[in-house]
């Protein structure tokens, strides 16, 4: 399919370690500052259960203890 769509014949698995290497370039090289910030967004859904942006705006989050809710981290991390 990658390769009628985009004439690209490089396997997927090659394709996806290329994207996994990217990501983490991002993380550690680009934008390491970014992505910490963007995981203490995530964590403070738990604990402190909100979120403020730079304009003094918070996101309240109503989890429940236990409950790992991914929608719940990505809206966080869009929130700011």
Known sequence: MIKAETGVETPL???ENQCAQ???AWKTVTF????RYL????QA????????NPWGFRKTFHVRRGEV???F???A???P
């Open 13 to 15: 698995k090659e394709i």
């Open 69 to 71: 809710r991914k929608d």
């Open 39 to 42: 995981a203490g967004c995530q």
């Open 77 to 79: 991390g869009n929130f």
């Open 73 to 75: 981290e990505r809206e």
């Open 22 to 24: 990217m990501i983490e």
């Open 45 to 52: 859904v738990y604990d402190p259960g909100y979120v403020v």
């Open 32 to 35: 390491p500052t970014a992505w």
